[in-house]
């Protein structure tokens, strides 16, 4: 099983990126599907979450700017990131909740993160 994250790169303040994040390999389901992002120097933090029912949480900084989606699918998830500001430059990582054939629980998998960069 593996995540693959895609879409970060250098943008300026106000502009917008999309990022986005698949799960391959030998599938059985996915449970939530997460973006995490860690700035130099700080602990990693949750940005987004959505459950496999769709609840959807965000953290308060990026609440109005920020929309996670998924397609359940596909197994993929999405990050629209807008009106982007200088406090949003970190390493993004994708964090998917799955089950593979021959288990029968879920695990944590990462991907391997993409870098933000946000100049003013």
């Known amino acids: 099983v593996q995540l693959a994250e895609s879409g970060g790169g250098l943008v300026q303040a106000g502009g917008s990126l999309r990022l986005s994040c698949a799960a391959s390999g030998r599938i059985v389901s996915v449970g939530t599907m997460s973006w995490y992002r860690q700035a130099p120097g700080k602990q990693r933090e949750l940005v987004a979450a959505?459950?496999?029912?769709?609840?959807?949480d965000y953290a308060d900084a990026v609440k109005g700017r920020f929309t996670i989606n998924r397609d359940y699918r596909e197994n993929t998830a999405s990050l629209q990131m807008n009106n982007l500001k200088v406090e949003d430059t970190a390493v993004y990582y994708c964090?998917?909740?799955?089950?593979?054939?021959?288990?029968?629980?879920?695990?944590?998998?990462w991907g391997q993160g993409t870098q933000v960069t946000v100049s003013s």
């Open positions: 964090k998917a909740e799955i089950r593979r054939y021959s288990s029968e629980f879920e695990y944590d998998y």
């Open positions: 959505m459950t496999i029912g769709g609840i959807i």
